[in-house]
């Protein structure tokens, strides 16, 4: 009877410990505080002296840029800083745990200004930026929104299209889709000539990898099975599509309505299948080559041809990382018949809702980003978003000239490849999927019609 | 007669007494000494399941959405073909893999048996590579195994071998887990095997040297079933670690090219932080436990019938 007794307190002990912790709990729901305080005469840095921030970073280079400059940040401010950088993958799992916890785990974070960022801000889980941004004791004067392109802000605007549309990132860096090349491969195998078509770069790129004996290849792109390669594909995919608009938040991938995909778009078969073509003229794994696998490669001097982020560039030119220091080319990507076209990619600093630090946290993100500290620490990522810092020469005179015309180039015509959609990545490899089909010798127009047919399935849940 | 071990407790008149029916013991102290251990673990395994059991019936976004949409997400699950052929591969790579780490494990084990001298050091080499966490396991053979700048192909050039893309065609890339995972877990069954040897008693194959079996009938008649229960406790783990195949997967082929090596585990991860469905993760994983259930208890049916005399 003692031993029913005994096992059956130990039951119910078990069950309401398991039911409370079984009972699903909402988020938090997103607060942002009115700050309440009179205008000093001067911006006061200094307002939130002896908090304690935690940042949540990537491992990239832009934290490589600004881990020297955070001490500056804690004498002007008098906030200690807690760095905390992961390994990208280790980080995009991080951060996600981290903006979804009950208690702070970091004030402010490396944000993915894609649908990553607008599926935090549908689930509440990201601070807007604009109550700051409109409040002078709050933001320095100086500080000029108006100087970071429109295009750039609209990857962190949300809801998208709305006029209430409220500020949640601030962007850090931006990388838009160009063409390396290796003079060197060029010079020896197509005579120093530079494709000035797509058309031209695929024969080019098939022509080196042929005569390349497999020790160099003529062309890597990403070709893993990942949603990784979805930004650098939209860079080329528009460079088909032309001028045409590319509206958010449904980007070239819908025609204004979630129900109604237009992959069958002519335009985006070739630019689908263009990827497609450079993937053959590469190594012969590369459906296992991600941007990391892909950008040692080049950098080992084994590619002629490397169409990626504009990121990579600076890194190419220190000897410490790269074995083509002065020998890489840098320019935008070869023309189709509608144009030179490409896409572009931000990461930002966000401040997660469950912050309770938010206004230190502002101050931080409001440091890291103005006219005079955005020049400094983008040297070492070769993607400062403000336009004022590709006319300041400390940023300019810090990286290769050509690289800085090319990318200044790439920006004119640069359009966000985002798409604002809970559950893109989900599509995102599906479209990745149909580029691996067109790899495996599907014709092109039957595999973005297979795409179009899974795309119906998942927007329309039927 | 009052146990040694009652003596010691003083309030052990407030213990359950009640004698097991099969083997007439009083369970007593011992209850009290497994008790906080059995809750803990009881919470901690039980709550995680029941979570996502519960969490599985539902469309939750990892935010502030939670739709109850009862048995959608399992139908959704058990009538999609890409389901059942990542179900496939799952099974490609364990049969692959417990096979071959099988045969070489239990090769290796009674060839250092028999050795007789440098087993210490053969067992030390040979368990080098389990200590190796399996990320680390992943990138090194996805540097050793790169078609371009590997040494493997390197290698196997200079020797006129031909080649592989290895990890980088569908063709390829699983045979090329498989040997990535033999690489690195053979050495746990060559352990437990060889451990298993040496228990055996040596009266049966005295016995049987002086009847003039061969060593092959020794292995036959007296070896292979006085070590099937090992066997199949080995078979068992491997089994179960095999199934649940991640970190080989996550750090060389990320479960491509296209979806050639897409794994349970891999896609579940996918779905749960790539995705953020999680809802369908767990009933993913709810799926692939009451399946690993049933490949044990399928194992534990065969090994009771199996005789080890």
């Known amino acids: 009877m003692k031993t029913k007794i005994f096992l059956i307190i130990n039951l119910i002990i078990i069950s309401v410990l398991v039911l409370v912790a079984c009972a699903p709990k909402a988020t938090p729901t997103p607060e942002t505080k009115p700050v309440e305080t009179a205008a000093p005469a001067g911006f006061d840095w200094k307002r939130f002296s002896g908090q304690e921030i935690t940042l949540l970073f990537n491992e990239h280079p832009w934290t490589d840029g600004v881990r020297p400059h955070i001490q500056e940040f804690e004498d002007l401010t008098g906030i200690k800083v807690n760095l905390q950088p992961f390994a990208e993958d280790l980080y995009f799992d991080k951060m996600e745990l981290a903006v979804r916890s009950d208690k702070p785990v970091a004030d402010v974070y490396f944000l993915p200004m894609d649908s990553t960022a607008f599926t935090q801000y549908s689930a509440g889980l990201i601070a807007p930026l604009t109550p700051y941004l409109n409040d002078p004791t709050m933001t ?14 609209a990857s962190g605007m949300y809801p998208p299209g709305d006029a209430k549309a409220q500020l949640y990132g601030i962007p850090i ?21 530079i494709p000035e078509t797509f058309a031209d770069l695929i024969a080019a790129a098939n022509k080196v990898t042929q005569e390349g004996n497999g020790e160099v290849y003529g062309a890597v792109m990403r070709g893993i099975r990942s949603d990784t390669i979805m930004d650098t594909l939209t860079g080329v995919v528009f460079n088909s599509w032309g001028t045409d608009p590319t509206p958010l938040p449904y980007n070239i991938w819908f025609a204004g309505d979630w129900k109604k995909p237009q992959v069958t778009d002519p335009r985006i078969t070739e630019g689908l299948s263009n990827y497609a073509a450079m993937m053959k003229a590469g190594p012969p794994n590369v459906q296992s080559i991600d941007w990391n696998d892909a950008n040692q490669l080049f950098a080992q001097g084994k590619i002629a041809f490397f169409i990626d982020a504009s990121l990579f560039g600076p890194a190419y030119e220190n000897a410490e990382t790269s074995a083509v220091v002065g020998k890489v080319g840098y320019a935008p990507l070869p023309k189709t018949s509608k144009g030179s076209m490409t896409g572009h990619w931000l990461w930002g600093l966000g401040i997660p809702a469950n ?17 005079e500290n955005e020049p400094k620490i983008g040297t070492a990522t070769g993607g400062a978003p403000r336009l004022s810092t590709w006319g300041n020469s400390v940023y300019t005179q810090a990286l290769n000239p050509e690289y800085v015309a090319a990318v200044q180039t790439a920006m004119a015509t640069s359009r966000p490849t985002a798409v604002f959609y809970e559950g893109w990545k989900e599509i995102a490899i599906m479209i990745v999927d149909s580029v691996q089909e067109m790899y495996g010798g599907t014709d092109p127009a039957q595999a973005t019609e297979n795409l179009q047919q899974k795309m119906l399935k998942v927007t329309t849940g039927q | 007669m009052v146990e040694y071990w009652e003596m010691a407790i003083p309030y052990n008149h407030l213990l359950p007494m009640t004698r097991n029916r099969k083997t007439g ?104 590579p389990l200590m190796v966490s399996g990320i680390i396991v992943a990138l090194m053979w996805k540097i050793l195994l790169d078609p371009t700048l590997g040494i493997v192909n390197y290698l196997l050039r200079l020797v006129s071998l031909p ?30 095997l060889s451990a298993g040897l040496r228990s055996l008693p040596q009266e049966p194959f005295e016995a049987a040297e002086v009847d003039g079996a061969s060593s ?18 080995v078979l068992i783990f491997r089994t179960i670690d095999c199934l649940k195949v991640f970190a080989i997967i996550f750090g060389t082929t990320g479960g491509g090219p296209e979806i050639a090596t897409e794994a349970m585990q891999t896609l579940a991860y996918r779905t749960a932080f790539k995705f953020l469905f999680l ?27 199996t005789p080890t005399q």
């Open chain 2, 163 to 192: 080649t592989s893309v290895w990890f980088g065609a569908a063709k390829t890339a699983m045979p090329s887990i498989i040997l990535v995972d033999t690489w690195w877990q053979t050495a746990f069954v060559f352990i437990v």
């Open chain 2, 279 to 305: 809802s369908r993760s767990m009933t993913l994983m709810v799926i692939f436990s009451l399946i690993i259930l049933a490949i044990v208890l399928i194992y534990l049916r065969f090994g009771e019938r």
């Open chain 1, 355 to 371: 912050s309770e630090k938010k206004e230190a946290a502002w101050y931080f993100i409001q440091w890291a980003t103005n006219k």
């Open chain 2, 25 to 128: 013991r009083k369970p007593g102290v011992a209850i009290w000494y497994i008790g906080p251990a059995l809750i803990i673990m009881g919470i901690t395994s039980v709550y995680p399941v029941i979570y996502s059991i519960v969490m599985s019936f539902f469309n939750w976004d990892w935010g502030i959405r939670l739709d109850f949409v009862g048995i959608k997400n399992y139908v959704m699950y058990l009538t999609d073909p890409v389901f059942w052929k990542i179900l496939g591969h799952t099974i490609y790579f364990t049969v692959g893999a417990v096979s071959v780490e099988l045969l070489l494990g239990l090769a290796l084990a009674i060839i250092v048996n028999r050795l007789g001298f440098g087993m210490g050091v053969i067992r030390t080499l040979l368990m080098l």
């Open chain 1, 173 to 193: 860096t931006f990388e838009a889709y160009i063409l390396f090349y290796n003079k060197d491969l060029v010079d020896k195998y197509l005579g120093g000539k």
């Open chain 2, 216 to 233: 092959l009938q020794a292995f036959r008649y007296l070896t292979l079933p006085m070590l099937s229960p090992i066997l199949l406790t």
């Open chain 1, 140 to 153: 320095a004067a100086d500080y000029d929104l108006a100087d970071f392109p429109e295009g750039f802000q």
